[in-house]
């Protein structure tokens, strides 16, 4: 009996030991490359070893092709550099784009208007009339017209278009009509849907507003947040597209501008019915990179925030923050203080190839931009009082259930002051309820608010194109030269300053082909015309890494997981065609992947490296960035 438990225990053991063994067998491994682990060492190693969606071993080639299974995919780096997943801090990916088109408007829910070209109201009431006729909407369907208006429509949307003449097309039918300004920051409505939303939310827009008002003091038409906001999330209004029609375009798009330059997760608010077409692909494992995105619908009226538990989700889309979008707006927008050349914003607005950007010429209706956050702001120059500010109040009330606000718009150097102050305020009363509470975008921000942020121990997710006069390679006008380049040199994505203070800043890239160009900036802080802004604020190659891997992680509150090529954690990698520390800096931009790995699973290769290692694993892309742009509706 005694030897019997002797072999027991020895089987025991082997068994044991067998199976530890067995778990670390790699089905993937990258040697002889150099791999940027962006651990807290920025050590580097020879080889990567991986074992389903985790990352099993970093070191030498010898100690990793060790753990290489009998049918291991091992490929052999020839001296490339690996690095970990770029993780993209703040998009909006709510929109098929350039796809549009080839969907259709029935099922993007997006019902164009050509008013280019129309001089006054009468023309876009009709042509109104015609597509209403020719889609035979049901009555009480709602509406989401969206025209092309060009720079200089201004006067037929804000002074012409009222909620009663929209009536006058639409009797029948609740229907917003998009500004050119971002639909989730104004919007235009009927009487019909005015009266929609006033019997269901009545009593919080006579409290929180905003609305504009006519001569009357009746709503004018004119929403701003957060009764702009409502439109998106009720969804018996039913303005989304079904997750079915809009998913597979969604998935485009992902590859095309993301994961062909190596990113492998994306941040950004999300509303229900996007974030429902994104978990659509997830459950059939057709997402190309990790979502983490900030809840809309916890901002709307009477949302129950434990339906938005942080973190809640899968591993590829989850919850990483509750978002009110936007605390202020863009362009001439801006929540500020400062002082502001307006007609040399809107002449250079003029200038630019995006001539319908109402953005830059609407100075006159925001003398001091959509400042949300303050009570005075009632709404443009014709809004109605509030009673009270949803927005701060809402804070109060993410912090009571220990939650964190991030994912949401906060663009001009006042809008970023007043959320300090609030934040502190809520610091004073409930400590370290703030910590880790974040800000979106960096366009400008006081250096006398930084230390205060870092007090608090806030994030920020900063976009480098924000500091410079114009894109590298775009050209594209920055609206911040109407500050002059005193502030653009201090107040503007300050990166740097923000480090040097211990505030972990992530980085973002709206557009997604901007990328590369955004690593460029951060590092050379130059414009296209080779032009120096905020040389203070140039960060070293190793430092702009990290802040676009592992400070992205820590952003999305997935630190331990992502953001870092180490044992246990997500194998999201990406091998690049150049080396990234000693290739010329003025190049950058130009870098490509060779492949992007998400959780252990090629999603991207390059053609010629495909083609090279024979290599052609099922659901990856092969192709190239520039191929995956020409192929674009609208390209040729």
């Given at each position: 009996?005694?030897?019997?438990?002797?072999?027991?225990?020895?089987?025991?053991?082997?068994?044991?030991?067998?199976?530890?063994?067995?778990q670390q067998t790699a089905d993937t491994v990258l040697y002889n490359g150099k791999v940027l682990t962006v651990?807290?060492?920025?050590?580097?190693?020879?080889?990567?070893?991986?074992?389903?969606?985790?990352?099993?071993?970093?070191?030498?080639?010898?100690?990793?092709?060790?753990?290489?299974?009998?049918?291991?995919?091992?490929?052999?780096?020839?001296?490339?550099?690996?690095?970990?997943?770029?993780?993209?801090?703040?998009?909006?990916?709510?929109?098929?784009?350039?796809?549009?088109?080839?969907?259709?408007?029935?099922?993007?829910?997006?019902?164009?208007?050509?008013?280019?070209?129309?001089?006054?109201?009468?023309?876009?009431?009709?042509?109104?009339?015609?597509?209403?006729?020719?889609?035979?909407?049901?009555?009480?369907?709602?509406?989401?017209?969206?025209?092309?208006?060009?720079?200089?429509?201004?006067?037929?949307?804000?002074?012409?278009?009222?909620?009663?003449?929209?009536?006058?097309?639409?009797?029948?039918?609740?229907?917003?009509?998009?500004?050119?300004?971002?639909?989730?920051?104004?919007?235009?409505?009927?009487?019909?849907?005015?009266?929609?939303?006033?019997?269901?939310?009545?009593?919080?827009?006579?409290?929180?507003?905003?609305?504009?008002?006519?001569?009357?003091?009746?709503?004018?038409?004119?929403?701003?947040?957060?009764?702009?906001?409502?439109?998106?999330?009720?969804?018996?209004?039913?303005?989304?597209?079904?997750?079915?029609?809009?998913?597979?375009?969604?998935?485009?798009?992902?590859?095309?501008?993301?994961?062909?330059?190596?990113?492998?997760?994306?941040?950004?608010?999300?509303?229900?019915?996007?974030?429902?077409?994104?978990?659509?692909?997830?459950?059939?494992?057709?997402?190309?990179?990790?979502?983490?995105?900030?809840?809309?619908?916890?901002?709307?009226?009477?949302?129950?925030?434990?339906?938005?538990?942080?973190?809640?989700?899968?591993?590829?889309?989850?919850?990483?923050?509750?978002?009110?979008?936007?605390?202020?707006?863009?362009?001439?927008?801006?929540?500020?203080?400062?002082?502001?050349?307006?007609?040399?914003?809107?002449?250079?607005?003029?200038?630019?190839?995006?001539?319908?950007?109402?953005?830059?010429?609407?100075?006159?209706?925001?003398?001091?931009?959509?400042?949300?956050?303050?009570?005075?702001?009632?709404?443009?120059?014709?809004?109605?009082?509030?009673?009270?500010?949803?927005?701060?109040?809402?804070?109060?009330?993410?912090?009571?259930?220990?939650?964190?606000?991030?994912?949401?718009?906060?663009?001009?150097?006042?809008?970023?002051?007043?959320?300090?102050?609030?934040?502190?305020?809520?610091?004073?009363?409930?400590?370290?309820?703030?910590?880790?509470?974040?800000?979106?975008?960096?366009?400008?921000?006081?250096?006398?608010?930084?230390?205060?942020?870092?007090?608090?121990?806030?994030?920020?997710?900063?976009?480098?194109?924000?500091?410079?006069?114009?894109?590298?390679?775009?050209?594209?006008?920055?609206?911040?030269?109407?500050?002059?380049?005193?502030?653009?040199?201090?107040?503007?994505?300050?990166?740097?300053?923000?480090?040097?203070?211990?505030?972990?800043?992530s980085m973002e890239v709206e557009g997604g082909p901007g990328w590369w160009e955004g690593m460029e900036i951060?590092?050379?802080?130059?414009?296209?015309?080779?032009?120096?802004?905020?040389?203070?604020?140039?960060?070293?190659?190793?430092?702009?890494?990290?802040?676009?891997?592992?400070?992205?992680?820590?952003?999305?509150?997935?630190?331990?997981?992502?953001?870092?090529?180490?044992?246990?954690?997500?194998?999201?990698?990406?091998?690049?065609?150049?080396?990234?520390?000693?290739?010329?800096?003025?190049?950058?931009?130009?870098?490509?992947?060779?492949?992007?790995?998400?959780?252990?699973?090629?999603?991207?290769?390059?053609?010629?490296?495909?083609?090279?290692?024979?290599?052609?694993?099922?659901?990856?892309?092969?192709?190239?960035?520039?191929?995956?742009?020409?192929?674009?509706?609208?390209?040729?």
């Open positions: 009996m005694q030897k019997r438990h002797v072999w027991i225990t020895i089987i025991s053991v082997i068994v044991s030991v067998s199976l530890g063994l067995a651990d807290s060492n920025f050590s580097t190693a020879e080889a990567v070893a991986v074992r389903g969606n985790r990352i099993v071993a970093v070191g030498t080639d010898d100690e990793v092709l060790r753990l290489a299974g009998p049918n291991a995919l091992k490929i052999d780096l020839k001296g490339k550099m690996v690095i970990p997943g770029f993780i993209n801090t703040h998009v909006h990916l709510e929109s098929v784009g350039a796809y549009a088109r080839e969907l259709g408007a029935r099922k993007t829910r997006r019902f164009p208007l050509n008013v280019r070209g129309m001089k006054g109201k009468d023309e876009v009431l009709q042509q109104i009339r015609d597509v209403i006729e020719a889609f035979q909407f049901e009555p009480g369907e709602w509406i989401f017209f969206a025209p092309n208006w060009t720079a200089s429509q201004a006067e037929i949307i804000f002074d012409q278009l009222t909620a009663k003449e929209l009536d006058k097309a639409a009797p029948n039918n609740p229907i917003v009509v998009r500004t050119g300004m971002t639909q989730q920051n104004i919007n235009l409505v009927n009487g019909v849907a005015i009266e929609k939303l006033w019997a269901k939310y009545g009593l919080f827009l006579e409290t929180y507003g905003r609305y504009w008002i006519d001569e009357s003091g009746q709503p004018s038409g004119i929403l701003e947040p957060p009764a702009s906001r409502i439109l998106w999330e009720d969804q018996e209004f039913g303005l989304g597209p079904k997750q079915e029609d809009v998913a597979p375009y969604y998935r485009k798009i992902l590859i095309e501008n993301y994961s062909s330059l190596g990113v492998t997760t994306l941040s950004g608010a999300l509303n229900t019915s996007t974030v429902q077409a994104y978990q659509w692909l997830d459950e059939r494992d057709e997402m190309p990179l990790r979502y983490a995105y900030g809840a809309m619908a916890a901002f709307h009226p009477g949302a129950d925030l434990s339906d938005y538990p942080l973190g809640g989700g899968t591993d590829t889309v989850f919850i990483s923050s509750m978002s009110a979008r936007a605390t202020d707006g863009g362009g001439v927008r801006m929540c500020i203080s400062l002082p502001r050349n307006n007609d040399a914003l809107v002449a250079g607005a003029l200038q630019a190839e995006n001539s319908s950007d109402m953005n830059r010429v609407a100075a006159q209706w925001f003398p001091r931009g959509q400042c949300d956050l303050d009570i005075e702001y009632s709404g443009g120059t014709r809004g109605a009082g509030l009673k009270g500010n949803y927005f701060v109040e809402w804070y109060h009330r993410l912090a009571e259930v220990g939650s964190r606000p991030a994912n949401a718009h906060v663009s001009g150097e006042r809008s970023v002051s007043m959320m300090i102050s609030a934040w502190e305020r809520i610091e004073e009363s409930r400590p370290g309820a703030v910590k880790g509470w974040a800000f979106d975008h960096c366009n400008l921000v006081n250096p006398q608010d930084l230390p205060r942020a870092a007090k608090l121990e806030l994030m920020f997710s900063c976009s480098p194109r924000n500091a410079v006069a114009s894109d590298v390679t775009r050209g594209a006008r920055s609206p911040l030269v109407a500050f002059g380049p005193e502030i653009l040199h201090t107040y503007a994505a300050p990166f740097k300053s923000m480090i040097d203070l211990g505030i972990n800043v951060v590092i050379t802080r130059k414009d296209k015309d080779g032009v120096v802004w905020g040389a203070d604020e140039r960060l070293d190659r190793q430092t702009a890494l990290r802040v676009a891997t592992q400070n992205g992680a820590n952003y999305i509150l997935k630190g331990d997981q992502l953001g870092s090529i180490e044992t246990g954690k997500f194998a999201d990698l990406v091998i690049l065609d150049r080396d990234f520390m000693t290739m010329p800096e003025e190049e950058i931009s130009e870098m490509r992947p060779l492949l992007t790995m998400m959780g252990g699973k090629i999603v991207f290769l390059r053609t010629d490296f495909s083609n090279e290692h024979n290599l052609k694993p099922i659901g990856a892309e092969i192709s190239t960035f520039e191929e995956l742009q020409a192929r674009r509706p609208g390209s040729e």
